[in-house]
């Protein structure tokens, strides 16, 4: 396997959560190409395995966890340190999805979305912060052009993504001085397993097509490269930014093309 001519990470710890398809796991890898040593988090240990495989076993953990229950994320961040004795960076990516208007979502599919997609992220980075204190780590959050402006019939998921940006912000400002900085990166539209459903509806594709700027959808090797420059030293005076990754959709003031 080819390694990436930049050793960013060499000697340093990474957690990734929703590391097993999509974002997360592209994330990961890059992180072990780079040299990190990586934990990868997600629900489903098969897909873990599978995306952790072809790496030296003793640059990787697996951690079966699910990041909206407050003591598996307290169990990730111990089994990390128990591990590999530091963490020098937290990744929260794992995130889920759900349809609907206010009036059409049930109380359960709101609850859900809210779980993961913020609750997950104030357990990890709560659980995480005394060791990236320590090191003078870094937090880099999978935020999202959804939480940066509104959508049709996504209202939970437009309020958790509302709330991680907000998050970031607020962890920025109360722990950069102790020496942690924490960012976040928005995508628009990707080829996830998230969106499986969305890449094919021909359609649909045509509609997002025509608010890029650039030739979309996204990748998530679009999104890795920068996820891994935020927690870089390259990034060492950059904190609290939600750094759109979006083909240039938030460069439009979303009037249609003429």
């Known amino acids: 396997m080819r390694r990436h001519s930049m050793q960013r990470f060499e000697n340093q710890v990474v957690i990734v959560t929703g590391a097993g398809s999509g974002i997360g796991k592209a994330t990961a890898l890059r992180f072990l190409d780079e040299g990190a040593r990586v ?5 489903e240990k098969s897909k873990l395995d599978k995306a952790a495989s072809g790496f030296q076993q003793d640059r990787v953990l697996i951690v079966e966890a699910d990041v909206s229950i407050e003591s598996d994320a307290e169990k990730i961040v111990k089994e990390t340190t128990d591990r590999f004795g530091r963490l020098d960076t937290l990744v929260n990516n794992a995130g889920v999805h759900a349809q609907g208007k206010v009036d ?3 109380t359960d599919a709101w609850r859900k979305v809210m779980a993961t997609d913020l609750d997950g992220v104030f357990f990890m980075s709560r659980a995480a912060l005394p060791h990236l204190k320590y090191v003078g780590g870094s937090i880099v959050n999978t935020a999202s052009v959804s939480g940066t402006g509104g959508d049709w019939s996504m209202a939970a998921y437009n309020a958790a993504k509302g709330g991680v940006v907000n998050l970031t912000r607020a962890m920025a400002m109360d722990h ?3 020496g942690v900085r924490v960012n976040a990166v928005c995508p628009s539209l990707s080829r996830t397993e998230m ?7 021909e359609k649909l594709l045509e509609k997002f097509n025509e608010r890029f700027a650039l030739r979309g959808p996204g990748q998530p090797e679009h ?3 920068v996820i891994a420059f935020l927690a870089s030293e390259d990034a060492c005076f950059v904190t609290g ?3 759109p990754v979006d083909g240039g959709v938030s460069a439009s003031n979303g009037q249609p093309p003429q």
Do not use: A, I
């Open 104 to 106: 059409e979502l049930s």
């Open 223 to 225: 999104v890795d490269s």
């Open 195 to 201: 969106t499986e459903d969305m890449m094919s509806d």
């Open 39 to 43: 934990v990868f988090v997600g629900r």
């Open 241 to 243: 930014v939600n750094l």
């Open 176 to 178: 950069g001085k102790e």
